[in-house]
């Protein structure tokens, strides 16, 4: 008899059919049994853990499937074993490279990977249980612990987490260096930007400032009337620091005057030489001439009636005599004159050299620097001795220091007694602004223009009084009196009388002049607030109401008096 079993033999026991293999023929229980692989038995209580992990490689090893008992202890009852399922047979067999034989497995979750000791963060998976075996069959032996350890990463696998060596010191060090370097060129790019945008900023407003400053002084092209005036020309009240200079000398007698201008707006100084035949009023107002006025007047007079008369403010006066003059020359180691004439020396014998050379550009000590300020041939004119001691003055300022500390040690070098209008202190300050423009070439020499009777000349108020000393006619002086001259036109000598009826009647009497023969007399006022002052003068002197007239007064007077023959001289017989 055939021991095969017959699954289809109706009489022959049938035996259980436990699953199916890999091609899909059916298992029975016996067969399983004999085919089945030795596994140990899973206990559900007993809680062990199955031993997995990963290979040197980072090759995840594939878990045991337990198989699951459900009597504890691992014996089925009634001999029957307990199958397990795998839950990736798709046809529900047991699954296995070994086709039939291999026993079911219960379906079990794939646990998560583990990770390896020794990284922080990362928490180890639990051990699946280990799977049960067949009734009877023998226990399969637990994992060697060394060989599990042996499967996962240690430690010292990391050590280039961990242990940096050297190498890694290196390359940290020199990425700090490369990124130091980079920042600092970096930087630096960026200080060169800021220091080319601040230069552009500085240029553009340098730029804007030169083109708004020449606008305002109207010194741009097709502004103002700066071709027509020169690039001097400033419209507007200027700034004017005036001063007096009287030279005494003390040897051939007589005075020497100037004014010394400087004008800070326009950065120009000059002076003005005032002839001594100028005529101005002294301290009870009666006319009189600026040489006399110095004599007789003093320095506080003098200054005062040339005050009055020029309509300039005069800041103070510096006496200068001709042995004081000498020592600052020498002082300022000499001097260089362009001379007209030659000046002999006095103390010299007969066909000696002349102490002053004539010529161009000649160097005069303390002593020729006087004789030359001070030489009048016989017969010349008072203009060219005024001519020369404006040179004088003019080659004393080029060597006079710019620095006011400095030019204060020339002056007190000099021990002279100084002036109370004028301290030591501001006439150094004075003299080193003047210094400071003749040295640029910034200065110039002017004359005064008197005519004969003293008077100012026509045109002087324009020249010399408005341009450089800023001068104006006002109707009233400092001290609210009307400033009157007088030209006479009678034929007669009635200047004398005149004045004298003026000063008692309260005016100010700035000089008279000669005028040609006229029968009716005038007076004269410029500015129509002056024309009831013109009216009052002209009863003062007896005239009519109609003489008075709108015109131009002469030199700085608010109005003169021009007398004709219809003028009845006080006291005249």
Sequence with gaps: MNDQHNPYDPYQPQPQIIGYD?????????????????????????GGQQAYGYDPYAQPQAPQQPSYDTYQGG????????????????????????GAGQQWQAAEPAAPVSAPA??????????PPTAPTAPGAPRRPEPDAEADEAKEYRTEQFSFIEEPDEDSEDVIDWLKFTESRSERREEARRRGRNRVIALVVVLVLAAVGGVGYLWSAGLLPGTGDS????????TGPQQRDTIVLHLHDLKGGGTSTALLVDNSTTKQGTTVLLPNALAVADTEGSATTLGKSVEEDGSSGTREALDTLLGAKIAGTWRLDTPYLENLVEYLGGIEVDTDTAVPDPKAKAGADPLVPKGEQQTLNGRAAVAYATHRASGEAEAKQLQRFGQVVNGMLRKMPSDASNAAAAIEYLQQIADPSLPEKDLAASLAKLADHAKTGAYKTALLPVAEDGSLAEGAGDSVVKDILGGKVTALDAGGVPRVSIKDGTGEDAVEA???????????????????????SEVVYGDDAQKATAVEVAKTLGLPEGSVTKGKP?????????LGRDYEIPGAS
């Design 22 to 46: 890999a091609y899909g023929q059916p298992v029975y229980q016996q067969q399983a049994q004999a085919q089945a692989p030795q596994q140990p038995a899973y206990d559900p209580y007993a």
């Design 75 to 98: 014996q089925p009852q009634g001999g029957y074993a307990q199958p397990s399922y795998d839950p990736y047979d798709p046809y529900g067999g047991a699954g296995g490279a070994g």
């Design 118 to 127: 020794g990284v922080p963060g990362q928490r180890p998976a639990p051990e």
């Design 227 to 234: 071709e027509k005036q020169g690039p001097n020309a400033v």
């Design 498 to 520: 005149a004045k004298i009826v003026l000063i008692n009647g309260g005016y100010a009497f700035v000089g008279g002049t000669k005028a040609d023969s006229r029968a009716k």
């Design 554 to 562: 002469a030199g700085t007077a608010a109005v003169t008096v021009v």
